[in-house]
């Protein structure tokens, strides 16, 4: 069997939520806005991870076909909590009803992932099933079963290669079974939500892809979250660690080692995002973007892009 040969090319996660949206509101950037977005991104970078099947992914798909965009997009299902999760540290407690509710969407997502993908073979050249839903800190779990249940009903609609995103831990400790249905494996690694400094960052996150490499030597490796905060009030890691002087850093490093791994490889993440996390402005996953949220680029993006700076 040929191994599968996945894109290698500038990658980075998009979720293009500006001041006052928010995807749980379901108060969406508009066409013009990611047609804005999209330009800028596509002057660098040529793979795109969307994380879901929402009106915002079906607006980023439309905008790359109608500009013909030299962007390919990694399309993924966002799946709720389907079970409660007493180790969530915020929040892992659903109603009864919430859980139910939230399986029947998860079918209907896994539905319009479907369909996105169908229509846009160009455009979509993976889909991933879920994110983050397997880690013992989500608070959206969703059982192992159910995600290889879901993973055998995409893979057996969709052209497209599937796979699952989630942290690193679970891929080399309890996801065996759901990795042998996959076509790849994509994984998350993050050094400084690990309080790691920015000297043991890179060498961490390689070997966070090498355990999980040596668990599941057959399958290739994407890395979909790969990234460094620029703000933060403490929470989950230094703030003396979270400054764009140390993004620049990491990330440069990041890009070189997975280029000359030929490891695909999604930085996290384009624009900061003001609708996550707490209230606080210096809750740290607002602030991951190589971008403000105005789209002035950040101390890594400035030479690329002096024109906006």
């Known amino acids: 069997m040929t191994r599968l040969q996945l894109p290698l090319d500038n990658a980075i996660c998009y979720s293009g939520y500006r001041e006052g949206q928010d995807p749980g509101r379901r108060l969406y950037p508009s066409v013009e806005q990611i047609r804005e977005d999209l330009h800028i991104l596509s002057r660098h970078w040529r793979l795109l991870r969307l994380y ?26 966002h799946l709720a909590a389907e079970v409660n999760n007493p180790g969530c540290p915020w929040g892992g407690h659903h109603a009864v009803e919430t859980l139910a509710a939230n399986r029947r969407e998860n079918d209907a997502e896994v539905e319009r992932l479907v369909a996105l993908a169908g229509r846009h073979r160009d455009e979509v050249f993976a889909v991933a099933v879920g994110n983050e839903a397997t880690v013992d800190w989500t608070d959206h779990r969703v059982p192992v079963e159910r995600m290889i249940e879901q993973v055998r009903r995409v893979k057996a609609a969709v052209a497209q290669p599937v796979t699952v995103c989630e942290n690193y831990v679970p891929w080399r400790d309890s996801l065996d079974a759901l990795a042998a249905e996959l076509d790849f494996i994509s994984l998350h690694t993050y050094p400084v939500w690990e309080y790691k400094p920015i000297d043991e960052a890179l060498d961490y996150t390689r070997a966070n892809v090498a355990s999980v490499t040596a668990r599941h030597p057959g399958l290739p490796i994407a890395i979909t ?8 009030n403490g929470r989950g890691m230094h703030a003396e660690h979270a400054v764009p002087e140390l993004q620049a850093i990491y990330c440069r490093a990041l890009m070189g080692w997975a280029r000359e791994a030929g490891l695909p490889c999604f930085v996290f993440e384009a624009f900061d995002e003001p609708w996550k996390g707490s209230d606080d402005p210096l809750e740290p996953e607002k602030h991951w973007g190589l971008f403000t949220v105005d789209r002035r680029p950040k101390l890594l993006m400035q030479p690329l892009y002096p024109d906006l700076a």
């Open 225 to 232: 979250e790969a990234g460094w905060c620029t703000a933060s």
């Open 52 to 77: 879901d099947c929402s009106l915002h992914a079906e607006r980023v798909l439309q905008v790359i076909r109608e500009d013909g965009l030299p962007l390919r997009v990694l399309l993924g299902a």
